[in-house]
């Protein structure tokens, strides 16, 4: 990409999301009385919830870290009423220490925590070259012989995007290089004159190709930005982000010499350890989780922040995801974490195209079914079909039997895909699939909670998930005799169904609504409450809400 266009791209970037930008408490808006496709929870609320009382929900954020003190978080976490804080005892016998918020599996005894990891499919091929690399494939048997050309299929993918990401941060560090360069040619012929297009157009540049390219972004940019170094720090902060981004995947991620798992300490290699871990729930980077915590429940009516979707909910931070995949031993034992100490809704904002041990996460899952809890999760932001892609975890077991026949699904999951606040449209980068997907959500430029008491705007099927799950977390309050199936059956069959054509992500296509999910519909909380009032709840025993 050449240099111009890289800039002039980030450029529009930025003055598209200033103009096409939705109201900051849009995924709670309605369409009917706002003219934005948001989920109808004020509405509910105001028509529907007022003098009503509710009951206390559960819902564990398994992700990569939640702000337990954030501002508007604080008053809804949840407080582990068996434990005592800070006196290095185990007080309820669960097997964990000091567990006050929840419970973080992938950091050490010592107080050390994962930050960067591995993607799954680089640990496979670890696992592989231990026992192909310098396998004749000739001399293997017929089953080896699938198993090697598993190997070379994913030798090659980790190769060519590990080679992509080094060619790309190189490309990117000259790009920031010579955009420098550029606007500081532009600052001298500025020469301390304000930013403004008259003092622009006055600038000859006199063949500077580098002074000719900041010339241009920054006429295109006067009406948006209100300096010279305004613009600056945006175009900085988008170069570093690609820097990141590109630095991520060919030092972590593709790197197959990296592995930061003796950080945690446990053995590995046993899929039934459980208690490892400590109890740091934030951890290095706690920006998706609390992110997502803020849809779900940030404090409604304090007057600062956000609105959360639900009230009377409690967060049960649970951490397992990276800066990279996490791995299948931790999302497992995340999930029965979350079951064992009462969470009701365990949101799943995090997915990945291999698994390492799926039958460890069916488990879970099946436990997670068998207690009475709903799963949420986020479809994936690659703009493919689920249909026939493999995105992990998922609701479906492990095949069985002859010829892979006899696969069963968890009833109590719901696979999310991303909405986008302007009509008629769904977010470009949204997972999909006819079967796969359930339903869709909002999931573009959200703005909820961030580390350390800000806020901020956050894109992904990772918001859409969230606000799901804050939605059957109402629903559960006000309705706690609800069975976890119920409020899966009540959130699909209330959906508002999207009777148009849309741009299949990932493609020019235009398709009905109804192709990208099971149901063709949106997730609507005032039409769920309304459903919910005429059922008769199944919610039985233990899994009861008190």
Same mark, same amino acid.
């Given at each position: 990409?050449?240099?111009?266009?890289?800039?002039?791209?980030?450029?529009?970037? %930025?003055?598209?999301? *200033?103009?096409?930008?939705?109201?900051? *408490?849009?995924?709670?808006?309605?369409?009917?009385?706002?003219?934005?496709?948001?989920?109808?929870?004020?509405?509910?609320?105001?028509? #529907?919830?007022?003098?009503?009382?509710? &009951?206390? $929900?559960? !819902?564990?954020?398994?992700?990569?870290?939640?702000?337990? %003190?954030?501002?508007?978080?604080?008053?809804?976490?949840?407080?582990? /009423?068996?434990?005592?804080?800070?006196?290095?005892?185990?007080?309820?016998? *669960?097997?964990?220490?000091?567990?006050?918020?929840?419970?973080?599996?992938?950091?050490?005894?010592?107080?050390?925590?994962?930050?960067?990891?591995?993607?799954?499919?680089?640990?496979?091929?670890?696992?592989?070259?231990?026992?192909?690399?310098?396998?004749?494939?000739?001399?293997?048997?017929?089953?080896?012989?699938?198993?090697?050309?598993?190997?070379?299929?994913?030798?090659?993918?980790?190769? @060519?995007?590990?080679?992509?990401?080094?060619?790309?941060?190189?490309?990117?560090?000259?790009?920031?290089?010579?955009?420098?360069?550029?606007?500081?040619?532009?600052?001298?012929?500025?020469?301390?004159?304000?930013?403004?297009?008259?003092? #622009?157009?006055?600038?000859?540049?006199?063949?500077?190709?580098?002074?000719?390219? +900041?010339?241009?972004?920054?006429?295109?940019?006067?009406?948006?930005?209100?300096?010279?170094?305004? %613009? &600056?720090?945006?175009?900085?902060?988008?170069?570093?982000?690609?820097?990141?981004?590109?630095?991520?995947?060919?030092?972590?991620?593709?790197?197959?010499?990296?592995?930061?798992?003796?950080? $945690?300490?446990?053995?590995?290699?046993?899929?039934?350890?459980?208690?490892?871990?400590?109890?740091?729930?934030?951890?290095?980077?706690?920006?998706?989780?609390?992110?997502?915590?803020?849809?779900?429940?940030?404090?409604?009516?304090?007057?600062?922040?956000?609105?959360?979707?639900?009230?009377?909910?409690?967060?049960?931070?649970?951490? !397992?995801?990276?800066?990279?995949? @996490?791995?299948?031993?931790?999302?497992?034992?995340?999930?029965?974490?979350?079951?064992? *100490?009462? +969470?009701?809704?365990?949101?799943?904002?995090?997915?990945?195209?291999?698994?390492?041990?799926?039958?460890?996460?069916?488990?879970? $899952?099946?436990?997670?079914?068998?207690?009475?809890?709903?799963?949420?999760?986020?479809?994936?932001?690659?703009?493919?079909?689920?249909?026939?892609?493999?995105?992990?975890?998922?609701?479906?077991?492990?095949?069985?039997?002859?010829?892979?026949?006899?696969?069963?699904?968890? &009833?109590?999951?719901?696979?999310?895909?991303?909405?986008?606040?302007? /009509?008629?449209?769904?977010?470009?980068?949204?997972?999909?699939?006819?079967?796969?997907?359930?339903?869709?959500?909002?999931?573009?430029?959200?703005?909820?909670?961030?580390?350390?008491?800000?806020?901020?705007?956050?894109?992904?099927?990772?918001?859409?998930?969230? +606000?799901?799950?804050?939605?059957?977390? #109402?629903?559960?309050?006000?309705? /706690?005799?609800?069975?976890?199936?119920?409020?899966?059956?009540?959130?699909?069959?209330?959906? +508002?169904?999207?009777?148009?054509?849309?741009?299949? /992500?990932?493609?020019?296509?235009?398709?009905?609504?109804?192709? #990208?999910?099971?149901?063709?519909?949106?997730?609507?909380?005032?039409?769920?409450?309304?459903?919910?009032?005429?059922?008769?709840?199944?919610?039985?025993?233990?899994?009861?809400?008190?």
């Amino acid at each position: 990409m050449k240099l111009n266009l890289l800039a002039l791209f980030m450029l529009l970037s %930025l003055s598209v999301a *200033n103009a096409q930008k939705g109201p900051e *408490n849009w995924f709670n808006l309605d369409q009917e009385q706002d003219g934005i496709n948001g989920m109808s929870t004020e509405r509910a609320y105001k028509e #529907l919830l007022k003098g009503k009382t509710s &009951k206390t $929900v559960v !819902v564990a954020v398994i992700d990569g870290g939640v702000d337990p %003190l954030h501002e508007d978080l604080k008053d809804v976490m949840w407080h582990n /009423p068996g434990e005592i804080a800070g006196n290095g005892i185990d007080d309820d016998h *669960n097997g964990y220490v000091d567990d006050v918020y929840g419970w973080n599996f992938i950091g050490g005894k010592d107080g050390k925590n994962v930050g960067p990891d591995q993607l799954e499919v680089t640990r496979l091929l670890v696992m592989y070259q231990k026992k192909y690399k310098n396998v004749n494939e000739s001399s293997l048997s017929r089953k080896a012989k699938k198993d090697y050309q598993r190997y070379k299929k994913i030798e090659a993918e980790v190769k @060519e995007n590990k080679d992509k990401a080094e060619q790309e941060l190189e490309q990117i560090l000259d790009t920031k290089k010579r955009i420098t360069n550029a606007f500081t040619s532009l600052e001298k012929a500025l020469d301390g004159k304000p930013f403004t297009e008259e003092n #622009l157009n006055a600038i000859e540049s006199n063949g500077d190709e580098g002074l000719m390219m +900041a010339l241009s972004i920054a006429k295109r940019a006067v009406s948006e930005v209100s300096s010279l170094e305004d %613009l &600056k720090s945006e175009i900085a902060s988008q170069l570093q982000g690609g820097i990141d981004y590109y630095t991520s995947q060919a030092k972590y991620y593709y790197n197959t010499d990296f592995d930061p798992r003796s950080i $945690v300490g446990d053995n590995y290699n046993n899929i039934t350890e459980k208690y490892y871990g400590n109890n740091n729930i934030k951890g290095p980077d706690a920006f998706h989780g609390t992110h997502v915590a803020g849809i779900i429940a940030a404090t409604r009516g304090n007057g600062i922040g956000i609105e959360g979707v639900a009230t009377n909910v409690k967060i049960m931070g649970v951490r !397992v995801v990276p800066d990279g995949d @996490e791995r299948d031993k931790d999302v497992a034992n995340g999930i029965r974490y979350a079951v064992d *100490n009462g +969470a009701n809704i365990i949101n799943m904002s995090f997915g990945k195209g291999y698994s390492w041990n799926k039958d460890v996460v069916d488990k879970a $899952v099946k436990y997670a079914n068998k207690h009475g809890v709903l799963l949420v999760h986020a479809a994936g932001n690659s703009a493919q079909d689920n249909d026939h892609t493999d995105n992990f975890p998922n609701d479906t077991y492990r095949k069985r039997g002859f010829f892979g026949l006899g696969a069963k699904t968890s &009833k109590t999951w719901m696979e999310i895909g991303a909405l986008s606040h302007k /009509p008629k449209t769904v977010a470009n980068f949204s997972n999909y699939g006819k079967t796969q997907v359930d339903i869709f959500a909002p999931g573009v430029d959200i703005y909820s909670t961030a580390p350390d008491g800000e806020y901020k705007d956050a894109s992904g099927t990772s918001m859409a998930s969230p +606000a799901t799950a804050g939605a059957a977390a #109402l629903l559960l309050s006000y309705y /706690p005799k609800l069975s976890a199936k119920q409020l899966k059956t009540i959130l699909e069959a209330s959906g +508002a169904k999207q009777n148009y054509s849309v741009q299949q /992500p990932g493609s020019d296509e235009q398709v009905p609504f109804s192709r #990208l999910c099971r149901t063709g519909a949106t997730v609507n909380v005032y039409r769920a409450l309304k459903m919910a009032a005429t059922v008769k709840g199944k919610r039985k025993g233990k899994h009861k809400i008190k």
